[in-house]
C-alpha cells in the first residue's frame, strides 16, 4: 500500500531536490568557465556583481531618495500627502528588495561558482597570489597569513584559529552546493556530521 501511495504522492524531499536541480546545473556550467580565470579575475567578480545588483535596483532607490528629499525639504507638506508619499515609497522598498532577491538568484550560479573554485585554489596551494590593493594592505597589518610582496598580496592557505594552526583543505562538491542553495532560499538544510555544514555557510554568506 505504502508502495502505491509514494507513486501518487512525491515527498517534499523529491520536490525539493527537482526544484534545486536546474540552479545546480548552472552552477556546474558557471564553474566550468570560471575555473579558466586568473586569480584577480576571480576576485573581480565580486564588484561585479554588486555593480550588477546596483544597476537593476537603481531606478527604485533613485525614487526612494527622492521622495525622502522631499519630505525632509518640505516641512509644509500636508500630513496627507506626506502618508500618500511614505505609503509609496514603503511600495518602492518592497519592490526593490524583491527585486534583488531576483537578481540574486541570477547571481547566484556565477557567485557559488566562484567560492567554490576559491576554495579548491586554497585547498591546492600554499599561497594564492594577487595584485595587492588597499584592504589586502589593510588586512596584512593585522593577519600573519597575508603578506605584501611588492605590488603582490600572499594569501596562505593557513592560519592560526583558536589557538590551533589550521589549513584550509576542503571542496564544495553537490551536497554543500544544493545545502548553500537552500539556505539562500531561506530554508534550513539539515546535514549530518561531516557532510561539510561550515562549507555550506560560505555559499550563502557570499
Known amino acids: 500500500m505504502i508502495k502505491i501511495l509514494n507513486k501518487f504522492f512525491t515527498k517534499k524531499s523529491d520536490k525539493d531536490v527537482k526544484e534545486i536541480t536546474p ?15 586568473s586569480n584577480d579575475e576571480i576576485r573581480a567578480k565580486t564588484n561585479e556583481f554588486k555593480e550588477r545588483i546596483v544597476s537593476y ?30 505609503a509609496t515609497i514603503d511600495k518602492l522598498v518592497k519592490q526593490s528588495y524583491d527585486k534583488t532577491q531576483d537578481i540574486l538568484n541570477e547571481i547566484l550560479p556565477e557567485a557559488f561558482a566562484v567560492i567554490k573554485e576559491t576554495a579548491k585554489r586554497f585547498k591546492e596551494n600554499d599561497i594564492i597570489e594577487v595584485t595587492a590593493n588597499e584592504a589586502d594592505r ?40 544544493i545545502g548553500g542553495i537552500i539556505l539562500h532560499k531561506g530554508k534550513i538544510a539539515e546535514m549530518g556530521t561531516g557532510e561539510g555544514k561550515t562549507l555550506v555557510a560560505t555559499l550563502s554568506v557570499y
Open 23 to 37: 540552479v545546480l546545473n548552472n552552477i556546474k556550467e558557471a564553474y566550468e568557465i570560471i575555473t579558466n580565470l
Open 57 to 86: 535596483i537603481s531606478d527604485d532607490e533613485k525614487q526612494i531618495k527622492e521622495l525622502k528629499d522631499r519630505i525632509n525639504n518640505e516641512p509644509d507638506l500636508e500630513v496627507e500627502e506626506k502618508e500618500k508619499l511614505w
Open 138 to 177: 589593510n588586512l596584512a597589518a593585522t593577519r600573519d597569513n597575508i603578506n605584501i610582496v611588492g605590488d603582490k598580496a600572499h594569501y596562505k592557505n593557513r592560519w592560526m584559529a583558536g589557538g590551533n594552526l589550521i589549513t584550509w583543505d576542503m571542496i564544495h562538491y553537490d551536497v554543500q552546493l
